[in-house]
């Protein structure tokens, strides 16, 4: 292929998403530079003096036993300019310890997408090739354009409950009678809405998504996939604990499952910080992270591409999340508590990992806001 011919799905891609952003926001807030001087955590995290407020408040989160919402919570850390500045575990966890994703692993598939998409492999703008959407003549599913799955907007039906069995699309997926091939369950599954014109979150897009990357990156296997996840995406930003799960047909299970340390979570989000550049390596396309944070245009604010927001619902202009958080953070989100919060204006992200599973959520926004404003403190 002409080297031409392999740019111009990329150019097509992010002008697409150049005109999305322009078109939801004007402005955004502006990706920080790494600190001059300051070496790239690959190796290891830069670290600095804790301000006191913060350290007080790990401790006190990590021991806690007696909230429901807060004994759950097993990891925090807190990076700023690049330092980490706070960091602790509950008894019987470490730096050492491998922590789930849950759906944070939707955020990774999002990472991966662009590293295709850089490499000329993937048009995000061209319909989702899909073969169960091909084997009618006129299938409306063949409409869906894999920026529409990114978006969460393919308009697919898909019921996301996690205590319903009989009832939930998810728990059919991950561990019923669609869990050989997660991609073809939920590809398989009938559309609710037209395209494009819906926002319904949904972890068969991302798996649908996880089918994609498997066939453009030339994997053939689970071996293959995680071999090409570890050399495109992981080892190049020093993570070396990264676990992803496959499913039978050698899938990653781009919704739900991949493992890592605490620090190698905060080094996944400074990546999209850094606007996902590497020491002198480009490993994301330059404007991917703004295509993550941009509000996809149904989701009244609280969703990008695959990443979680707390920008202003358009409609009433109150934040998606809490006017506590700042209104450019942007989040890998997780059941059980699993958070990895990007704040740009603040040059700053958050690690919160663990198990809690209470439905009110609003005493871990609160406890994000605290590190957040803590974390501003001098340094004690």
Aim: with cysteine; net charge negative; aromatic share 8%.
């Amino acid at each position: 292929m002409h080297p031409a011919s392999a740019f111009r799905p990329l150019c097509f891609a992010l002008a697409l998403l150049v005109c999305t952003a322009l078109a939801a926001r004007a402005e955004p807030v502006p990706l920080p530079f790494q600190p001059e001087g300051l070496d790239w955590p690959t190796a290891a995290w830069p670290e600095a003096r804790p301000p006191a407020e913060l350290k007080a408040l790990i401790a006190r989160t990590i021991t806690e036993q007696e909230d429901p919402h807060l004994k759950g919570v097993r990891a925090l850390l807190v990076i700023r300019e690049g330092r980490l500045i706070g960091e602790g575990y509950r008894a019987g966890f470490s730096t050492e310890t491998r922590f789930p994703s849950w759906s944070m692993a939707k955020s990774v598939t999002h990472a991966l997408t662009g590293i295709l998409m850089q490499a000329g492999k993937l048009d995000i703008g061209a319909k989702a090739p899909a073969p169960e959407w091909r084997r009618l003549v006129n299938d409306p599913r063949a409409a869906i354009r894999t920026e529409d799955l990114l978006r969460m907007q393919s308009g697919l039906t898909f019921i996301e409950d996690y205590e319903d069995p009989s009832e939930s699309h998810a728990l059919q997926m991950l561990f019923g009678t669609g869990r050989h091939d997660m991609g073809r369950y939920a590809a398989s599954l009938p559309l609710a809405h037209e395209p494009g014109t819906h926002w319904s979150y949904s972890s068969g897009t991302s798996n649908i998504l996880a089918r994609l990357i498997k066939e453009k990156s030339g994997a053939e296997d689970a071996e293959a996939m995680n071999a090409f996840m570890q050399k495109e995406l992981f080892r190049p930003i020093g993570i070396e604990s990264a676990v992803p799960e496959f499913d039978a047909s050698g899938s990653f299970i781009g919704s739900s499952f991949v493992h890592m340390r605490a620090r190698d979570w905060a080094r996944f989000g400074y990546l999209y910080l850094r606007d996902g550049k590497w020491e002198e390596t480009r490993i994301l396309p330059e404007g991917w992270a703004d295509h993550a944070r941009t509000p996809a245009r149904h989701s009244n604010g609280k969703y990008g591409a695959h990443f979680w927001l707390n920008a202003p619902d358009p409609e009433t202009g109150t934040p998606a999340m809490s006017d506590r958080l700042p209104a450019d953070l942007f989040m890998a989100r997780g059941f059980g508590g699993q958070a990895l919060a990007i704040i740009p204006s603040k040059d700053m992200v958050i690690v919160m990992l663990g198990t809690v599973y209470e439905k009110d959520v609003s005493p871990l926004v609160d406890l994000m806001a605290d590190m957040i404003e803590a974390a501003q403190r001098p340094a004690s």
